[in-house]
């Protein structure tokens, strides 16, 4: 089944536009769970309670409000709230172009795909086309569900993805944080490591990662399920060397070039 | 739990940091080995988002704080947290118990530790992979380790991967190096994303040159080589800051806040990560050790990044 959209808007660059529909690129596989009575398996039912009185305080009558100090807090009236919400649009602004590579991934949020709307095929290539040529992506403004976000617009396979960013605030960003440092590092511990590395290293393949621990609490579920007990084991931890320099001869000793069949089924 | 190396563990001393809305706080812990060949090197990792947005708590009527409760609806009575059982609903009504014990005992042969198994170029990896970001910080005795293999890594401009498993939830990590610092950052697995074909895009209609240029031009006009600091800005919470900031000067709306126990403990926890990395690594203190400490679950999700609660159930966390 061909995956819905989840909300329609228009790329703005300038006076030129393109409408589009917005598709999740993710898709949950997370096992959930339920909260559960432990005497009866009843799914439990929550509600927020009066943190003095634990009465139950219901939905209508829950006041939201800052703690400004430790000892105040400022309330928020619905209409204050309500005055702060951006206003309702269908238009994706694109305000600036950067370098592919100028937003580093610490940003990064969440990926959504663009679709053309409509008739728009012919200006979504032709945007596509502008963004590869020039090797940019755009810096997008939007507000979607009463929330605004700011994204890289990039493409993808052909494709126009908008990968949402996190706001300033919301991250350490690398640049405030200090090097570690320490004396000199060794030429030739630099060097053991340069060659460990290089027997390790290959094309990145995403299939070639898998949530086994996913497939297991699945397997151990139906095992459970069927009324059978779970095998359950003790998690080992790996032999140690004792220096680094001993670690990294010894690595070198063991380590086995990586197989090649994966890079040349995907080449 | 991972295995934890050394038996000799100082008391972390995080600097205490006051709940204020200025100061940038990371929450959430995780320590344990990244291993390259046989190079064992114990890290802490510290998620790279702090509590940016304001958040707001839900208050009751009279200014109290409320509390999430859960409740059977069978009883209508609250229940603790140990009145509380994990349940997956293989049929309509119907639930396989599972226990913290056996979702920690399942898969014993996963990692539980970031074994760097391959090092793939760091430009291969595509932005819509990236979830979330956690910073390594080196225990002070493995400083020589840690370096070694950033300078490596940042020299060769390969990010190294992994598979492992934490707190309940396997991951797959790409760690990279800048600046002299390792940072974890996870990526979503290949059947967590989806592919273009499933999504049915027709991008197949042919682009006229006119129309390109149209828009290159547009583009050229609006050209940088960086972003701004401005692109990132949260205005949103910024104008929420600025009113809450207007009726506190006034006096209006403000009530005195009662701060419960359980509260100061989540704040207890809070650390400033700034000072936390400078603790670290500064050289000379050879004796320090990384503190490795037991966390709560409740703080532990926090390293997961999900948002503040303005309550933390006390009950075990359905895996969302």
Request: proline share 7%.
């Amino acid at each position: 089944m061909a995956v819905r959209a989840m909300w329609k808007g228009v790329l703005r660059v300038a006076d030129a536009s393109v409408p589009i529909k917005l598709y999740s690129a993710v898709q949950d596989h997370d096992i959930h769970f339920r909260l559960l009575h432990r005497a009866d398996l009843t799914p439990v039912t929550q509600a927020m309670v009066h943190a003095g009185t634990n009465e139950i305080v219901t939905h209508d009558k829950v006041q939201r409000g800052y703690q400004a100090s430790p000892g105040e807090i400022v309330l928020l009236q619905p209409d204050e709230l309500e005055s702060l919400t951006p206003e309702e649009s269908r238009d994706i602004a694109l305000t600036r172009f950067v370098p592919v590579g100028a937003i580093d991934a610490q940003w990064y949020d969440r990926p959504y795909y663009l679709g053309p709307d409509q008739d728009a095929g012919g200006p979504y290539s032709a945007l596509t086309a502008a963004l590869t040529r020039n090797k940019v992506e755009g810096v997008a403004h939007w507000v979607m569900r009463k929330k605004a976000y700011v994204g890289a617009l990039r493409v993808h396979a052909g494709v126009l993805v908008l990968v949402s960013l996190r706001h300033a605030e919301e991250v350490v960003a690398i640049e405030t944080l200090e090097t570690p440092e320490g004396p000199t590092l060794d030429k030739k511990e630099l060097v053991m490591a340069q060659q460990l590395m290089s027997m390790l290293e290959e094309d990145f393949d995403p299939t070639a990662y898998r949530d086994e621990y996913r497939d297991q609490v699945m397997a151990m579920i139906d095992t459970k399920r069927r009324g059978q007990k779970p095998k359950l084991g003790l998690v080992k931890a790996k032999p140690r060397a004792g220096t680094l320099k001993a670690a990294l001869e010894a690595s070198l000793r063991t380590t086995q070039r990586k197989p090649r069949e994966k890079i040349s089924a995907s080449a | 739990m991972p295995p934890r190396k050394p038996p000799k563990v100082e008391t972390p001393q995080p600097p205490p940091a006051p709940p204020s809305a200025e100061r940038s706080v990371v929450r959430g812990f995780w320590s344990g080995n990244i291993s390259f060949g046989l190079v064992s090197i114990p890290v802490t990792l510290i998620s790279a988002r702090r509590s940016g947005r304001a958040s707001l708590r839900m208050l009751a009527p009279d200014g109290t704080q409320l509390r999430r409760r859960y409740f059977c609806p069978n009883e209508g009575t609250a229940l603790e947290s140990s009145d509380i059982v994990r349940g997956y609903e293989y049929e309509k009504d119907r639930f396989v118990v599972v226990t913290d014990d056996e979702l920690a005992a399942v898969a014993p042969k996963l990692s539980q530790e970031i074994d760097l198994s391959r090092f793939v170029p760091l430009a291969d990896i595509d932005p819509m992979r990236f979830e979330h970001g956690y910073f390594l910080i080196p225990n002070k005795r493995a400083l020589k380790a840690y370096r070694l293999l950033a300078a490596t890594m940042e020299e060769r401009g390969r990010a190294g991967m992994a598979t492992f498993v934490m707190r309940g939830k396997q991951y797959l990590v790409a760690i990279i190096a800048r600046a002299g610092l390792l940072r974890a950052e996870t990526l979503r697995f290949d059947d967590e994303l989806r592919s273009i074909g499933e999504i049915e895009i027709d991008n197949s209609a042919a682009a006229d040159a006119p129309a390109i240029e149209a828009f290159e031009r547009r583009i050229e006009e609006l050209r940088a080589p960086s972003l701004d600091p401005t692109d990132l800005e949260d205005t949103h919470t910024r104008r929420l800051l600025e009113l809450i900031e207007t009726k506190r000067n006034a006096g209006k709306d403000v009530v005195a806040a009662a701060v419960t126990p359980h509260e100061e403990s989540v704040d207890a926890k809070i650390v400033d990560l700034m000072e936390y990395l400078k603790n670290s690594i500064t050289k000379g203190d050879a004796t320090a050790e990384t503190p490795t400490r037991k966390r709560p679950r409740s703080a532990q999700h926090k390293a997961e990044g999900t948002p503040r609660q303005p309550k933390k159930p006390r009950a075990p966390r359905p895996r969302t």
